[in-house]
């Protein structure tokens, strides 16, 4: 009711009265709005303006920080042209002596350096074919000398003399370890003709033999030959005989015994049997590698009969004059035993004297060219004996057989240390996953000091570059030179190759006067980053230990340079990229005032061809690409069962006594007591943690 006095208003009035108090509003709301997006474009140009100038300071300590890494490397630039000119040096001094042995000695077999000598040896031995067993026999070895090594080397071989005798291999691993893939290939290249001219070779070889075999049987009543050289094994069958009972076809003499099954009986048919001892080029996209090479067992087709007519004889000129033509097994149109059971062939040869064997279970495996694998499927039996070497098996597959091992054995390394000997040479111990090796560096030269393999004695005096060293010991079982295809079946974190390679240049140029291990930390880091340990070394006869030592520091390698991290190896409780240095260029500067003047000038006079070597052999080994990953979290502990009380009667009604979770499984019933809490995961403080932004200067 309106007091007594006021003017009532009128409907009109108060429409109007409504309207202007919604317009004010209205009003009201438009001005905060217009102010709330004022308020939030100052806001947003703040911050963008505190972005631009961040990003702006950002790139104004990143360039202070480049300009200052790229000063450094030129005030180091006279210790780096003196390593430039002492490698130079070294190399000509070496190539030079090497190629007035050669011009002295020149010896009956092409050097694979050399490419007239290499094509011109290539288009002769492509024309020609050898007449005899033997014959064919040494060409095969002088093959594939020219392939791997030119010539045996005695046991004083040096690096010099690995030079002179180097094959297309061996130079191929030379020049990949020097970063020149246009020779690689180049040397590639000479292997894959090497490998073609062998095999036209040995086919010509064995169809002239066969072709002459049934005059050989008539005057010797023998229907095999037979011929070894340097553990290679070659032996020829032509079935003319037609004996049931000669199925055994035995070569002592070589340490071959094949036995044929019953089909090959009446069949017209050759044999070709070939053990060869280097591997040949088989690039297996699977885990494993060949042990003392590979066996062929080959049938082919007998040529036509020669005919005699008044003294005269008749032979018959068809494409198998001059080449093989094979046959499958089992036999077209000829029945197979009880049950359709193909019947196997046995095969026994021995094995090359420098073949470790470490696998207690042996593998055969038979391989297959179009897909690039070896296959176990149809090969039984198979029995080795390590005393003798000896190899047998069962097999129904008429394709190249190998004895075979896991090819990533070896990895991921444990650990790894180099320890200095003197200013110029230097032991590396690898931990590897089943064994620790010890090889010794120098000028120019590595060699393996342990273990004692007698399989690897003619390794032990023998003075190699480093991955002419290290592709020797894979041939003799112990692979230790990874590639891509080997890290795809090994759980590790693969760094960036010139990150890696970074890392291992700088290392060595500085290990005149320091002590290199291995890191936990480097699992933790990610594939851009590589991270060891490191310590001084006055006096190599007296070095401090990195478990004793309170001086050892951890150094953290990227793209851009090096920085020493605020980290021990067992104390520091999560990996963290905090920093006690600023970037550098190389170790020869973060050094400075760390280490003593003297150490410093010792690495900065350090031997050329020690360093190089040292740099090579760590970076062929993938020191920090093959190391150990981090540890599998452990699974969640169980959570604890509290039994539940005695129920009062004899039967639980339920619903007394346990609980049903969300889930419906059984829980512990209330009994006035919280259960315990699960243990704190032992790994939790291990977990690698996001790394921090670089601080400034």
């Given at each position: 009711?309106?007091?007594k006095?006021?003017?009532?208003?009128?409907?009109?009035?108060?429409?109007?009265?409504?309207?202007?108090?919604?317009e004010?509003k209205?009003?009201?709301?438009?001005?905060?709005?217009?102010?709330?997006?004022r308020?939030?474009?100052?806001e947003?140009?703040r911050?963008?303006?505190e972005?631009?100038?961040?990003?702006?300071?950002?790139?104004?300590r990143?360039?202070?920080?480049?300009?200052?890494?790229?000063?450094?490397w030129?005030?180091?630039?006279?210790?780096?042209?003196?390593?430039?000119?002492?490698?130079?040096?070294?190399?000509?001094?070496?190539?030079?002596a090497?190629?007035?042995?050669?011009?002295?000695?020149?010896?009956?077999?092409?050097?694979?350096?050399?490419?007239?000598?290499?094509?011109?040896?290539?288009n002769?031995?492509?024309?020609?074919?050898?007449?005899?067993?033997?014959?064919?026999?040494?060409?095969?070895?002088?093959?594939?000398?020219?392939?791997?090594l030119?010539?045996?080397?005695?046991?004083h071989?040096?690096a010099?003399?690995?030079?002179?005798?180097?094959g297309?291999?061996?130079?191929?691993?030379?020049?990949e370890?020097?970063?020149?893939?246009?020779?690689v290939?180049?040397?590639?290249?000479?292997?894959?003709?090497?490998?073609?001219?062998a095999?036209?070779?040995?086919?010509?070889?064995?169809?002239?033999?066969l072709?002459?075999?049934h005059?050989?049987?008539?005057?010797?009543?023998?229907?095999s030959?037979?011929?070894g050289?340097?553990?290679?094994k070659?032996?020829l069958?032509?079935?003319?005989?037609?004996?049931?009972?000669?199925r055994?076809?035995?070569?002592?003499?070589?340490?071959?015994?094949?036995?044929?099954?019953?089909?090959?009986?009446?069949a017209?048919v050759?044999?070709?049997?070939?053990?060869?001892?280097?591997?040949?080029l088989?690039?297996?996209?699977?885990?494993?590698?060949?042990?003392?090479?590979?066996f062929?067992?080959?049938?082919?087709?007998?040529?036509?009969l020669?005919?005699?007519?008044?003294?005269?004889?008749?032979?018959?000129?068809?494409?198998?004059?001059?080449?093989?033509?094979?046959?499958?097994?089992?036999?077209?149109?000829?029945?197979?035993?009880?049950?359709?059971?193909?019947?196997?062939?046995?095969v026994?040869?021995?094995?090359?004297?420098?073949v470790?064997?470490?696998?207690?279970?042996?593998?055969?495996?038979?391989?297959?060219?179009?897909?690039?694998?070896w296959?176990?499927?149809?090969?039984?039996?198979?029995?080795?004996?390590?005393?003798?070497?000896?190899?047998?098996?069962h097999?129904?597959?008429?394709?190249?057989?190998?004895?075979?091992?896991?090819?990533?054995?070896?990895?991921?390394h444990?650990?790894?240390?180099?320890?200095?000997?003197s200013?110029?040479?230097?032991?590396?111990?690898?931990?590897a996953?089943?064994?620790?090796?010890?090889?010794e560096?120098?000028?120019?030269?590595?060699?393996?000091?342990?273990?004692?393999?007698?399989?690897c004695?003619?390794?032990?005096?023998?003075?190699?570059?480093?991955?002419v060293?290290?592709?020797?010991?894979?041939?003799?079982?112990?692979h230790?030179?990874?590639?891509?295809?080997d890290?795809?079946?090994?759980?590790?974190?693969v760094?960036?190759?010139?990150?890696?390679m970074?890392?291992?240049?700088?290392l060595?140029?500085a290990?005149p006067?320091?002590?290199?291990?291995s890191?936990k930390?480097?699992?933790?880091?990610?594939a851009?980053?590589?991270v060891?340990?490191?310590?001084?070394i006055?006096?190599?006869?007296?070095?401090?230990t990195?478990?004793?030592?309170?001086?050892?520091?951890h150094?953290?390698?990227?793209?851009?340079?090096?920085?020493?991290l605020n980290?021990?190896?067992?104390?520091?409780?999560?990996?963290?990229?905090e920093?006690?240095?600023?970037?550098?260029?190389?170790?020869?500067?973060t050094?400075?005032?760390?280490?003593?003047?003297?150490?410093?000038e010792?690495?900065?006079q350090?031997?050329p061809?020690?360093?190089?070597?040292?740099?090579d052999?760590a970076?062929?080994?993938?020191?920090?690409?093959?190391?150990?990953?981090l540890?599998?979290?452990?699974?969640p502990?169980?959570?604890?069962?509290?039994?539940?009380?005695?129920?009062?009667?004899?039967?639980?009604?339920?619903?007394?006594?346990?609980?049903?979770d969300?889930?419906?499984?059984?829980?512990?019933?209330a009994?006035g007591?919280?259960?315990?809490?699960?243990?704190?995961?032992?790994?939790?403080?291990?977990?690698?943690?996001?790394?921090?932004?670089?601080?400034?200067?």
């Amino acid at each position: 009711m309106a007091p007594k006095g006021d003017k009532k208003l009128s409907k009109k009035e108060l429409k109007a009265l409504k309207k202007k108090e919604k317009e004010r509003k209205k009003e009201e709301a438009r001005k905060a709005a217009e102010e709330k997006l004022r308020l939030e474009e100052e806001e947003r140009q703040r911050i963008a303006e505190e972005a631009r100038l961040a990003w702006e300071a950002e790139q104004a300590r990143l360039k202070a920080e480049h300009d200052r890494i790229v000063g450094e490397w030129e005030s180091l630039e006279p210790v780096l042209k003196r390593r430039r000119e002492g490698l130079a040096k070294h190399e000509a001094r070496y190539d030079g002596a090497a190629e007035w042995k050669r011009y002295v000695e020149p010896g009956p077999l092409p050097y694979a350096g050399n490419d007239p000598s290499m094509n011109g040896y290539l288009n002769v031995m492509a024309e020609g074919y050898d007449k005899d067993i033997n014959d064919v026999m040494r060409t095969l070895t002088d093959i594939y000398s020219v392939r791997y090594l030119r010539a045996s080397c005695d046991k004083h071989d040096t690096a010099f003399l690995s030079k002179i005798f180097a094959g297309a291999e061996e130079l191929a691993l030379v020049e990949e370890q020097k970063g020149r893939p246009q020779l690689v290939e180049k040397y590639h290249d000479y292997m894959r003709r090497l490998e073609e001219l062998a095999n036209r070779r040995l086919n010509h070889n064995t169809a002239y033999l066969l072709e002459k075999s049934h005059d050989y049987y008539k005057r010797t009543n023998e229907c095999s030959l037979f011929s070894g050289q340097a553990g290679w094994k070659l032996a020829l069958w032509a079935n003319h005989a037609k004996n049931p009972r000669a199925r055994n076809l035995d070569f002592p003499a070589i340490n071959l015994f094949v036995e044929v099954p019953k089909p090959f009986v009446f069949a017209h048919v050759g044999v070709r049997m070939y053990h060869q001892v280097t591997d040949p080029l088989y690039k297996s996209k699977d885990i494993y590698m060949t042990l003392g090479g590979a066996f062929r067992f080959e049938i082919v087709q007998l040529p036509p009969l020669s005919k005699t007519v008044k003294e005269w004889t008749f032979e018959r000129v068809t494409p198998l004059t001059a080449a093989t033509i094979p046959v499958e097994y089992p036999f077209v149109g000829v029945p197979l035993g009880p049950g359709n059971v193909i019947p196997p062939i046995i095969v026994a040869y021995t094995l090359p004297e420098f073949v470790i064997h470490f696998d207690p279970v042996p593998k055969v495996g038979c391989w297959f060219a179009e897909e690039h694998c070896w296959k176990f499927e149809n090969i039984t039996d198979v029995v080795y004996e390590p005393e003798t070497r000896k190899l047998t098996f069962h097999t129904i597959i008429i394709r190249p057989h190998a004895m075979l091992q896991n090819r990533v054995r070896q990895f991921p390394h444990t650990k790894w240390s180099i320890n200095p000997i003197s200013e110029s040479e230097a032991f590396l111990t690898l931990h590897a996953a089943s064994l620790i090796l010890k090889f010794e560096v120098g000028d120019g030269w590595c060699k393996l000091v342990e273990p004692h393999f007698p399989e690897c004695k003619h390794l032990y005096d023998q003075k190699l570059a480093p991955r002419v060293l290290l592709k020797r010991l894979s041939k003799c079982g112990i692979h230790l030179l990874p590639d891509e295809d080997d890290f795809r079946h090994v759980k590790t974190t693969v760094k960036d190759p010139e990150v890696e390679m970074y890392a291992c240049r700088d290392l060595a140029m500085a290990a005149p006067a320091a002590a290199f291990a291995s890191s936990k930390w480097n699992a933790h880091a990610d594939a851009q980053t590589c991270v060891f340990r490191f310590l001084e070394i006055p006096e190599p006869k007296y070095p401090p230990t990195f478990d004793k030592s309170k001086n050892v520091l951890h150094v953290l390698y990227k793209q851009k340079g090096n920085a020493l991290l605020n980290l021990t190896e067992f104390k520091s409780p999560e990996y963290k990229e905090e920093f006690t240095t600023e970037y550098h260029a190389s170790l020869l500067v973060t050094l400075r005032g760390k280490f003593s003047d003297e150490s410093i000038e010792k690495m900065e006079q350090g031997c050329p061809g020690y360093t190089e070597t040292l740099k090579d052999l760590a970076y062929a080994l993938k020191l920090f690409s093959a190391g150990e990953p981090l540890p599998p979290p452990p699974p969640p502990p169980e959570p604890e069962v509290v039994p539940a009380p005695e129920a009062s009667t004899s039967e639980a009604q339920p619903g007394e006594g346990t609980a049903q979770d969300g889930d419906g499984e059984a829980a512990p019933a209330a009994t006035g007591e919280a259960p315990a809490s699960p243990a704190a995961s032992p790994v939790a403080a291990e977990a690698p943690a996001s790394p921090t932004p670089v601080p400034s200067g």
